[in-house]
Protein backbone atom coordinates (compact mmCIF):
# COMPACT_ATOMS: atom_id res chain seq x y z
CA UNK A 1 0.00 0.00 0.00
CA UNK A 2 1.03 3.37 -1.08
CA UNK A 3 0.26 6.26 1.64
CA UNK A 4 0.60 10.23 0.01
CA UNK A 5 0.43 12.49 2.99
CA UNK A 6 -0.27 15.89 2.17
CA UNK A 7 -0.24 19.26 4.37
CA UNK A 8 0.46 22.91 3.49
CA UNK A 9 4.22 23.64 3.01
CA UNK A 10 5.60 20.17 3.27
CA UNK A 11 7.91 20.45 6.07
CA UNK A 12 5.91 19.56 9.35
CA UNK A 13 2.56 17.61 9.28
CA UNK A 14 3.10 15.74 6.61
CA UNK A 15 6.62 15.03 6.48
CA UNK A 16 6.39 13.60 10.29
CA UNK A 17 3.61 11.52 9.31
CA UNK A 18 5.74 10.04 5.82
CA UNK A 19 9.07 9.03 7.86
CA UNK A 20 6.71 7.92 10.82
CA UNK A 21 5.26 5.55 7.91
CA UNK A 22 8.51 4.51 7.01
CA UNK A 23 9.96 3.81 10.22
CA UNK A 24 6.88 1.61 11.00
CA UNK A 25 7.06 -0.48 7.94
CA UNK A 26 10.71 -0.79 8.92
CA UNK A 27 9.93 -1.85 12.44
CA UNK A 28 6.53 -4.53 11.53
CA UNK A 29 8.32 -5.75 7.95
CA UNK A 30 5.76 -4.24 6.30
CA UNK A 31 7.41 -4.62 2.87
CA UNK A 32 4.69 -3.33 0.87
CA UNK A 33 4.32 -0.12 2.67
CA UNK A 34 5.22 2.83 0.85
CA UNK A 35 5.17 6.56 1.55
CA UNK A 36 5.65 9.82 0.55
CA UNK A 37 4.42 13.62 1.17
CA UNK A 38 3.85 16.95 -0.61
CA UNK A 39 2.15 19.96 0.13
CA UNK A 40 -0.95 22.05 -1.49
CA UNK A 41 1.66 25.30 -1.42
CA UNK A 42 4.92 23.90 -0.90
CA UNK A 43 8.19 25.42 0.33
CA UNK A 44 9.72 23.51 -2.93
CA UNK A 45 13.36 22.21 -2.22
CA UNK A 46 13.04 23.19 1.58
CA UNK A 47 14.34 20.42 4.48
CA UNK A 48 12.59 19.34 7.17
CA UNK A 49 11.70 22.28 9.63
CA UNK A 50 14.13 22.09 12.45
CA UNK A 51 11.86 21.25 15.40
CA UNK A 52 9.70 19.31 13.08
CA UNK A 53 13.22 17.33 12.70
CA UNK A 54 13.01 16.68 16.36
CA UNK A 55 9.83 15.40 16.54
CA UNK A 56 10.51 13.02 13.74
CA UNK A 57 13.69 11.68 15.24
CA UNK A 58 11.72 11.88 19.13
CA UNK A 59 9.07 9.29 16.99
CA UNK A 60 11.88 6.73 16.25
CA UNK A 61 11.97 8.08 12.48
CA UNK A 62 14.81 9.44 9.99
CA UNK A 63 14.51 13.48 9.26
CA UNK A 64 16.95 13.65 6.75
CA UNK A 65 17.68 13.27 2.56
CA UNK A 66 13.94 15.55 2.44
CA UNK A 67 13.18 18.18 0.08
CA UNK A 68 9.76 19.92 0.00
CA UNK A 69 7.38 18.74 -3.00
CA UNK A 70 4.23 20.61 -4.02
CA UNK A 71 1.04 17.90 -4.65
CA UNK A 72 0.83 16.97 -8.21
CA UNK A 73 -1.78 15.16 -10.12
CA UNK A 74 0.67 11.66 -10.46
CA UNK A 75 0.95 11.42 -6.86
CA UNK A 76 -2.36 11.39 -6.36
CA UNK A 77 -3.22 9.42 -9.16
CA UNK A 78 -0.36 6.72 -7.59
CA UNK A 79 -1.45 6.52 -3.75
CA UNK A 80 -3.55 3.92 -2.36
CA UNK A 81 -4.78 6.09 0.23
CA UNK A 82 -3.99 10.04 0.66
CA UNK A 83 -3.83 11.36 4.06
CA UNK A 84 -4.39 15.31 4.75
CA UNK A 85 -3.66 17.08 7.65
CA UNK A 86 -6.36 19.01 7.32
CA UNK A 87 -10.34 18.92 6.35
CA UNK A 88 -9.72 21.98 4.14
CA UNK A 89 -6.67 19.84 2.39
CA UNK A 90 -8.37 17.38 1.94
CA UNK A 91 -11.59 19.28 0.28
CA UNK A 92 -9.18 20.91 -1.81
CA UNK A 93 -7.47 17.78 -3.35
CA UNK A 94 -10.87 15.59 -3.52
CA UNK A 95 -11.83 19.07 -5.93
CA UNK A 96 -9.39 18.96 -8.01
CA UNK A 97 -8.62 15.33 -8.56
CA UNK A 98 -12.31 14.02 -8.63
CA UNK A 99 -11.14 10.20 -8.85
CA UNK A 100 -9.21 10.19 -6.18
CA UNK A 101 -11.81 11.61 -3.65
CA UNK A 102 -12.66 8.24 -2.62
CA UNK A 103 -9.20 7.69 -1.35
CA UNK A 104 -8.43 11.08 0.29
CA UNK A 105 -9.52 11.22 4.35
CA UNK A 106 -8.37 13.65 6.90
CA UNK A 107 -5.74 11.46 9.17
CA UNK A 108 -7.66 11.82 12.51
CA UNK A 109 -11.34 10.67 10.12
CA UNK A 110 -9.35 7.20 8.21
CA UNK A 111 -8.97 6.68 12.39
CA UNK A 112 -11.92 7.66 13.71
CA UNK A 113 -13.78 5.58 10.57
CA UNK A 114 -11.73 2.59 10.94
CA UNK A 115 -11.84 2.38 15.17
CA UNK A 116 -15.80 2.94 15.20
CA UNK A 117 -16.47 0.78 11.99
CA UNK A 118 -14.01 -1.79 12.15
CA UNK A 119 -12.86 -0.87 8.35
CA UNK A 120 -10.10 -2.58 7.23
CA UNK A 121 -9.73 -1.63 3.46
CA UNK A 122 -9.68 2.12 2.31
CA UNK A 123 -12.96 0.95 0.33
CA UNK A 124 -14.04 0.11 3.39
CA UNK A 125 -13.42 3.62 4.89
CA UNK A 126 -14.40 5.30 2.10
CA UNK A 127 -17.96 3.12 2.41
CA UNK A 128 -18.19 4.67 6.01
CA UNK A 129 -17.37 8.20 5.50
CA UNK A 130 -20.91 9.24 5.68
CA UNK A 131 -22.57 7.08 8.09
CA UNK A 132 -20.96 8.26 11.21
CA UNK A 133 -22.21 11.42 12.75
CA UNK A 134 -19.28 14.38 12.46
CA UNK A 135 -17.90 15.32 15.83
CA UNK A 136 -15.98 18.47 16.25
CA UNK A 137 -12.93 18.73 13.40
CA UNK A 138 -11.01 16.62 12.29
CA UNK A 139 -7.65 18.13 11.41
CA UNK A 140 -3.93 17.93 12.80
CA UNK A 141 -3.25 21.51 13.95
CA UNK A 142 -0.47 23.07 12.46
CA UNK A 143 2.64 23.93 14.90
CA UNK A 144 4.46 26.01 12.28
CA UNK A 145 5.99 29.16 14.31
CA UNK A 146 4.56 27.65 17.65
CA UNK A 147 6.32 26.47 20.68
CA UNK A 148 8.62 23.38 20.90
CA UNK A 149 5.61 21.43 22.72
CA UNK A 150 3.35 21.91 20.08
CA UNK A 151 5.12 20.55 16.93
CA UNK A 152 5.74 17.42 20.00
CA UNK A 153 1.88 17.46 20.11
CA UNK A 154 1.37 17.29 16.26
CA UNK A 155 3.56 14.51 16.52
CA UNK A 156 1.77 13.02 19.26
CA UNK A 157 -1.47 13.18 17.56
CA UNK A 158 -0.21 11.95 14.09
CA UNK A 159 1.55 8.84 15.96
CA UNK A 160 -1.76 8.44 18.00
CA UNK A 161 -3.52 8.15 15.00
CA UNK A 162 -1.81 6.64 12.64
CA UNK A 163 0.28 4.02 13.75
CA UNK A 164 -3.08 1.61 14.65
CA UNK A 165 -4.62 2.68 11.54
CA UNK A 166 -1.86 1.47 9.12
CA UNK A 167 -1.70 -1.53 11.38
CA UNK A 168 -5.44 -2.30 11.44
CA UNK A 169 -5.02 -2.12 7.55
CA UNK A 170 -2.57 -4.34 7.12
CA UNK A 171 -3.84 -6.83 8.97
CA UNK A 172 -6.04 -8.04 6.43
CA UNK A 173 -3.56 -6.99 3.38
CA UNK A 174 -2.59 -10.00 1.26
CA UNK A 175 1.32 -9.67 2.66
CA UNK A 176 1.24 -9.76 6.55
CA UNK A 177 3.51 -9.04 8.76
CA UNK A 178 6.87 -11.15 9.35
CA UNK A 179 7.68 -12.56 12.49
CA UNK A 180 9.92 -9.72 13.97
CA UNK A 181 6.32 -7.82 14.68
CA UNK A 182 4.10 -11.09 15.13
CA UNK A 183 3.63 -13.25 18.10
CA UNK A 184 3.89 -16.87 17.75
CA UNK A 185 -0.06 -17.00 16.14
CA UNK A 186 1.22 -14.24 13.90
CA UNK A 187 -1.01 -11.89 15.37
CA UNK A 188 0.67 -8.55 15.78
CA UNK A 189 1.75 -7.16 18.57
CA UNK A 190 -0.22 -4.10 18.89
CA UNK A 191 -3.91 -3.49 20.49
CA UNK A 192 -5.09 -2.18 16.99
CA UNK A 193 -7.99 0.72 17.48
CA UNK A 194 -8.68 0.19 20.93
CA UNK A 195 -12.31 1.88 22.32
CA UNK A 196 -14.35 0.64 19.39
CA UNK A 197 -17.34 -1.08 19.28
CA UNK A 198 -15.95 -4.20 19.62
CA UNK A 199 -13.80 -2.60 22.82
CA UNK A 200 -16.42 -0.65 24.71
CA UNK A 201 -15.05 -1.25 28.49
CA UNK A 202 -11.28 0.34 27.17
CA UNK A 203 -10.51 3.97 27.61
CA UNK A 204 -11.66 5.36 24.67
CA UNK A 205 -8.46 7.47 23.58
CA UNK A 206 -5.72 4.65 24.55
CA UNK A 207 -3.44 3.28 22.39
CA UNK A 208 -1.36 0.04 23.86
CA UNK A 209 1.94 -1.20 21.98
CA UNK A 210 3.59 -4.27 23.54
CA UNK A 211 7.24 -3.23 23.03
CA UNK A 212 8.41 -7.32 24.31
CA UNK A 213 8.31 -8.31 20.32
Do not use: W
Amino acid sequence: MHVLFVCTGNVCRSVIAERLARALAAEYGLRDLTAESAGTRALVGFGVEPLAAQTITGLGGDAGDFRARRVKPEMLARADLILAMSEQIRDELATHAPDAAARIFTLPQAYRIAKVTGARTVAELDSARNDLALVGRENIPDPVGLSAAKYCAAGDHIAETLVPLLLALHIHAEHGLDRRGADERGRPRLVVLPGGRADATRPPNSVRIDRHA
